[in-house]
């Protein structure tokens, strides 16, 4: 099994950048692919991006791409999700997930695909 903790600073500015964090205890984290989620009061958790477990692939949501970036640093046993040109619509609690599975497939932007869940971030943006 794998521990998945999120973290990054709460509060931005619209416009600001943000890098969120997601550490990872336990097993290797070298074999699990990764994704981050975010869910708004009132809303579904929404897929943003993926990466396989060797970071040599990803996958990114419409609404972010060019705007967001996934990484991950398997020394660190940490994946990174930068965030750019904040706005007040991409405040939600952000959350990493991760599943034991080399590639990346269609069903890797979706919640039931990963095996486990961290707790959360909040993130807010504020105008």
């Known amino acids: 099994q794998v521990q998945l903790v999120e973290s990054g600073l709460g509060l931005v500015q619209a416009g600001d950048s943000l890098r969120l964090s997601c550490a990872a205890s336990?097993?290797?984290?070298?074999?699990?692919?990764v994704g981050w989620f975010r869910q708004a009061p009132g809303k579904e958790r929404e897929f943003l991006a993926a990466?396989?477990?060797?970071?040599?692939?990803?996958y990114y949501a419409d609404s972010v791409k060019g705007r967001f970036t996934i990484s991950r640093d398997n020394a660190k046993n940490t994946v990174f999700l930068q965030m750019d040109s904040l706005n007040p619509e991409d405040t939600a609690v952000y959350y990493c997930?991760?599943?034991?599975?080399?590639?990346?497939?269609?069903?890797?932007?979706?919640?039931?695909?990963?095996?486990?869940w961290g707790q959360g971030t909040q993130v807010t943006v504020s105008s």
């Open positions: 997930a991760a599943r034991d599975i080399r590639k990346l497939d269609s069903g890797s932007s979706t919640t039931g695909w990963y095996n486990y």
């Open positions: 336990g097993r290797t984290f070298s074999y699990y692919a």
């Open positions: 990466i396989s477990r060797s970071g040599d692939s990803t």
